[in-house]
């Protein structure tokens, strides 16, 4: 079967059909066998009677199957609406919000199935894609209410990056594939030739395991990730010489956790990452391995800074939400919603403006007072909110997971007199916690929120 639109792609999975793309459930997959699975995948899209310009969920991971049949939506003009297990108790929402018209569910042998929902989109944006002829893509984010965002984009605008060849890796894939991160990371992997090595679990053990398995090279993950990996010290039990860059992204790095990862990577580079589901993945430098430091954009993204903030228009931004109004102003720019500080040509994140506590007029950036608490013995994880205060406004409160356990009136006491000189009064947590549930996301993001009672 011809393809329609990856042709460009095709050619480069025909250099060594022989070679790797996919290391799954510890086998190998080659580039000739996935254009043959693409093209096979294609026809049975036709045979099935899905046709350009249509929603396709495709509920899946990074299997064999589950790549191919991704691509093959891309071809077939489809506007794919990529599901991971970790929006499973948000399935029918999701598949509701993007009006899918076909779902293809993979199976744990890799087996797939595709179920039809009679129903044809009446949102202004799928139609107008559709009538376009361009493949599309829907990924889900979080606005800053919890309520999720469906952010529709112009799959052939994502793919021109890809066009021009850069350097190959052998790639972990920790971000998922409904999260517009992983899906660069594995257009990344496949438009250069490299090959990327599928996770079972999202485990330190596991995924370090697999670095020294397979001489990963390239190591895409969050902050959050790597605090856990410095908490289980799974690093000491493998060989980690084979990783030449490890990047960081989705939430604000503390400066202490990047120092830490530094000295026990040292020969690793350290490059801060920059993304948005309604923009899509910058290209970034960092000044050096041990720096906040970072330019961000490259071709078809322009940035400015306007009070503060960081302000992005980029070429192949989101054609709109489809449940939300568009968040561009009338010249194409969308707010980031990120406080920066600039330096020249680089920039450095302080945090998200919504999440800045305000006490008594004076600016707390969550990031910064996580950083200086991390440095606590007997700290695994800190996260900071704010809460209404009578007298200042806002008061900084601070949740801790503890690697051992802790007298909490001895622990409190203890941060109040760590915090002296390091932080100023009004950074100092007034109110300090001891948890014992998870601080992030299936996704091992931060989650800031005051949900859980402690001691």
Not at 13 to 36: I, K, T
Not at 289 to 298: E, I, N, P
């Amino acid at each position: 079967m011809e393809l329609r639109r990856l042709q460009w792609l095709d050619a480069v999975f025909a250099e060594d059909p022989d070679r790797p793309f996919l290391y799954w459930r510890g086998d190998a997959w080659s580039y000739g066998w996935l254009r043959q699975a693409m093209r096979g995948c294609s026809k049975a899209l036709d045979d099935h009677g899905v046709a350009s310009g249509e929603v396709v969920s495709l509920d899946g991971d990074y299997s064999p199957g589950a790549i191919a049949q991704l691509l093959a939506l891309i071809d077939c003009g489809c506007i794919a609406v990529p599901l991971s297990a970790a929006a499973r108790l948000q399935r029918e929402e999701f598949l509701e919000i993007a009006e899918v018209q076909h779902s293809i569910r993979m199976a744990d042998d890799d087996k797939y199935s595709i179920e039809t929902r009679e129903r044809t989109p009446a949102n202004a944006l799928l139609r107008r894609l559709a009538a376009e002829n361009d493949p599309g893509l829907v990924v889900f984010s979080s606005g800053s209410t919890g309520k999720s965002k469906a952010a529709l984009h112009n799959f052939r605008l994502l793919l021109e990056k890809f066009k021009v060849r850069r350097r190959s890796f052998r790639t972990i894939t920790f971000l998922m594939l409904d999260h517009l991160g992983g899906i660069n990371t594995l257009l990344y992997v496949l438009s250069n030739g490299g090959a990327a090595i599928a996770l079972s679990s999202r485990d330190p053990e596991e995924v370090c395991a697999l670095i020294e398995k397979y001489g990963v090279e390239l190591f895409p993950t969050s902050p959050t990730f790597l605090n856990l990996l410095l908490i289980s010290e799974a690093w000491r039990n493998h060989d980690l010489s084979s990783l030449k860059r490890v990047t960081y992204g989705t939430e604000v790095m503390p400066e202490s956790l990047l120092r830490r990862i530094h000295e026990i990577l040292p020969g690793v580079e350290l490059q801060q990452t920059y993304g948005l589901s309604e923009l899509g993945v910058l290209r970034s430098k960092s000044r050096d391995s041990s720096s906040l430091w970072m330019k961000v954009g490259g071709e078809g993204y322009e940035t400015r800074v306007k009070d503060a903030t960081l302000w992005i228009r980029a070429r192949s931004a989101m054609l709109g939400y489809l449940n939300a109004p568009s968040p561009f102003d009338e010249e194409g720019w969308f707010n980031t919603g990120d406080e920066v500080e600039v330096d020249g040509d680089y920039l450095r994140i302080l945090g998200r403006k919504s999440e800045i506590i305000n006490v008594g007029g004076e600016k707390v950036y969550p990031a910064e007072v996580e950083a200086a608490l991390l440095t606590m013995p007997n700290v695994a994880e800190v996260s900071v909110t704010g809460e209404p205060s009578p007298f200042t406004g806002n008061s900084v409160t601070a949740r801790f997971n503890l690697r051992e356990p802790e007298e909490p009136a001895v622990f409190r006491q203890r941060v109040r007199a760590f915090c002296l000189g390091k932080l100023a009064p009004y950074k100092t947590p007034t109110k300090i916690l001891i948890v014992h549930g998870n601080q992030y996301s299936e996704r091992f993001k931060k989650m800031r929120r005051a949900g859980e009672p402690g001691s």
